[in-house]
């Protein structure tokens, strides 16, 4: 079984500084990882996958999310946040044998003028 | 591509009447999803398919039914619809090779009164 927790569910950050999205993960095999992004009232978008390749993982709209076995987690970052960032964060996970993709809570990113 | 098409993208139902939600895709994906969003909740799986005429239960499949009777289409039915089931309901697809993204449609928001 897989499970995804997003730790915070919702983040304040002001304009121009940097954006942290915490998430861990459990699976029992290898995983894929994926971060998603959510505008209000749209679909879901990919910003960027791990699949075991490179442990720092750049996506799209300068965020990028760095693989960490040893800690089971997979946070993003974006090093200075736009107010076009406001949205709503999903972290996905999907075992190596495993149709499914399991999403946590999500995270709401507000970004201050 | 039209890439994940959902249809309708909004309705309003009274309780105990039935309805289908479409989702069509033009990627020849092998694996479709329907998830369902709820606030606070994530994404939670009610069924998916892992190929023409295969389906199968997810987390919340309870007063749902599904058809994938052609590759690019996977149908989820309501027959008796519960304000329970208002929601706002999400279609992917995704390829069938291992450790890909799922390509997600725009949504069907739905009430249930």
């Known amino acids: 079984a897989q499970s995804v927790t997003q730790l915070d569910s919702h983040v304040s950050v002001s304009e121009g500084t940097p954006v942290l999205l915490r998430c861990n993960y459990s699976s029992s095999y290898s995983p894929s990882l994926f971060w998603y992004v959510q505008h209000p009232n749209k679909g879901l978008q990919l910003l960027l996958k791990?699949?075991?390749?490179?442990?720092l993982v750049k996506g799209i709209n300068g965020f990028e999310a760095e693989f960490k076995k040893s800690e089971t987690s997979f946070h993003l970052t974006k090093p200075s946040a736009h107010m076009s960032d406001a949205a709503e964060y999903f972290c996905?996970?999907?075992?190596?044998?495993?149709?499914?993709?399991?999403f946590g809570a999500g995270t709401t990113v507000t970004v201050r003028a | 591509n039209a890439g994940v098409t959902q249809t309708p993208k909004f309705r309003v139902l009274k309780t105990g009447q039935s309805m289908t939600l479409l989702c069509a895709q033009d990627m020849n994906h092998e694996y479709m999803y329907w998830y369902r969003q709820d606030p606070g909740m994530g994404l939670r799986l009610i069924h998916y398919?892992?190929?023409?005429?295969?389906?199968a239960k997810g987390e919340v499949p309870d007063g749902y039914n599904v058809s994938r009777l052609k590759k690019q289409n996977f149908l989820l039915g309501l027959e008796s619809a519960a304000p329970s089931q208002t929601s706002v309901y999400f279609c992917?697809?995704?390829?069938?090779?291992?450790?890909?993204?799922?390509?997600f449609g725009q949504g069907t928001r739905l009430t249930v009164v």
């Open positions: 996905v996970v999907s075992g190596t044998n495993d149709y499914k993709l399991s």
């Open positions: 791990y699949t075991s390749a490179a442990t």
């Open positions: 398919s892992v190929g023409e005429g295969t389906t």
């Open positions: 992917a697809s995704r390829d069938g090779q291992r450790n890909t993204e799922a390509f």
